[in-house]
């Protein structure tokens, strides 16, 4: 009694019940006060011929029909009462009142059968909606529902098939995360295990050399830990921000002395096109490495060539761009590029020690200081990577202000 199914038949079953019975009341009803009023009238019309021979006079034909609207009305209100109807009357009713109820009872079972194809109908999607959903549970991820039914049921199949889509897809990330985590793990311990053996063996001397090499694979291996764990953080909504008020100027210039030797070193010049601009409400720490990931990654890809780094306005917002003049990116990789562990150019990025999450990072941290971050590139011009940052309250009003002063001017 429980299932849906079964309640739409019993409730198409109910109604067309219901509307039976009121029906053939009303017909039994009518049709009993019908049939005395006209055995009434034929009474009183037999009785008019009879008393029209007795004078000797010859009633005319269909005389009851013939008399006045006032006797006519007068036998409408005369009707014979149930007691005088002999057995062919009364049998009359009961063959109406048997025909009614064979009628209702055909009623009920074509609405018995009309009900449970319906509400069969109505339930199946529901039927298949429950089952993928215990086939999703059982990590069986291809399974999707054919979008049938009513309106509001093919809008529910295509939400389940959406989040379908969205959970599949997260659970493919998931896995390659794992993967990649336990790939880049390996190899540095890999390069440790071999040195220490060879060490132990006496191939290698305990040099300090040696011994640099490998403080450098512990290093390597403490990075991803800290880039894995503050991915994990983002990912549930943890990462520990202090924001404050951040004059970004001095960071830029900052960032650009930093990774001015490094550019130098491989011929590529770097650029700095910013002025004095209002406060970003923001981390200045998470903000000064977001920078820094994305002049790193600038200078990895454009050896001899030309990085710039600009700062400008845009919609009540600072806008950072790096630009560079290397390769590009294809159209079909430019949307991963801030994936984990993505690499376009894997060959070089694991020969330059990247592990492929300063992209990742990067975008975790601005969009955690409600900001957006994004990347246009066209292979053999360069890229540009950006990002933008709410400003402050009073640097926004000031902005305001400002505008508004310069329209009505």
């Known amino acids: 009694m429980n299932r849906l199914s079964v309640r739409l038949t019993l409730a198409f079953v109910g109604v067309t019940l219901a509307a039976l019975l009121v ?6 009803w009518n049709t009993d006060q019908q049939f005395r009023r006209y055995l009434a009238q034929v009474a009183d019309n037999n009785a008019a011929q009879a008393t029209a021979v007795a004078a000797g006079a010859t009633p005319a034909p269909g005389m009851g029909g013939m008399m006045g609207r006032g006797q006519q009305g007068d036998m409408r209100d005369h009707m014979i009462p149930p ?3 002999d057995i062919r009357e009364r049998g009359f009713l009961d063959q109406l009142r048997n025909v009614l109820v064979i009628a209702a009872l055909v009623a009920g079972g074509v609405g018995l059968a009309l009900g449970t194809l319906i509400s069969r109908a109505l339930v199946a999607p529901l039927g298949a909606l429950a089952a993928a959903a215990r086939d999703f549970a059982a990590h069986r991820w291809d399974r999707r529902v054919p979008v049938s039914g009513t309106t509001e049921m093919a809008e529910v199949a295509q939400a389940f098939n959406a989040m379908a889509d969205e959970l599949q897809r997260a659970e493919t990330l998931r896995r390659n995360l794992m993967a990649d985590i336990a790939h880049e793990l390996r190899t540095p311990l890999t390069v ?4 220490l053996r060879a060490m132990l063996d006496g191939v290698y001397p305990l040099e300090m050399k040696e011994v640099a090499s490998l403080y450098d694979e512990t290093r390597l291996l403490a990075r991803l830990v800290s880039d894995v764990r503050e991915l994990a953080l983002a990912d549930a909504g943890q990462l ?3 924001n404050g008020a951040v004059d970004v100027l001095p960071l830029l ?5 930093t990774f001015g030797l490094a550019a130098d070193a491989q011929g590529t010049m770097l650029e700095l096109q910013a002025e004095n601009m209002p406060p970003v409400w923001a981390d ?14 600038a200078l990895r890809h454009t050896p001899g060539g030309q990085v710039t780094l600009l700062a400008d306005l845009e919609q009540g917002a600072l806008r950072v761009t790096v630009r560079d003049s290397g390769e590009g990116i294809p159209t079909e990789k430019l949307a991963h590029v801030f994936d984990r562990f993505y690499r376009a150019d894997p060959a070089r990025e694991r020969s330059s020690g990247s592990v492929g999450l300063g992209l990742a990072i990067a975008k975790a941290w601005v969009e955690a200081m409600g900001g957006q971050i994004g ?6 011009k360069g890229s540009a990577f950006w ?6 309250t009073s640097a926004s009003l000031k902005a305001a202000a400002a505008t508004t002063a310069t329209r009505t001017a």
Do not use: K
């Open 23 to 28: 029906v053939a009341l009303l017909i039994d």
């Open 253 to 257: 210039r900052g960032a650009v002395e």
């Open 375 to 380: 990347a246009n590139s066209e292979v053999g």
């Open 240 to 242: 520990p921000l202090s």
């Open 83 to 85: 007691e005088v109807l």
């Open 387 to 392: 990002f933008t940052l709410p400003l402050t």
């Open 192 to 195: 440790m295990q071999g040195n």
């Open 284 to 297: 200045a720490d998470r903000l000064l490495q977001v920078i820094r990931n994305l002049l790193a990654n």
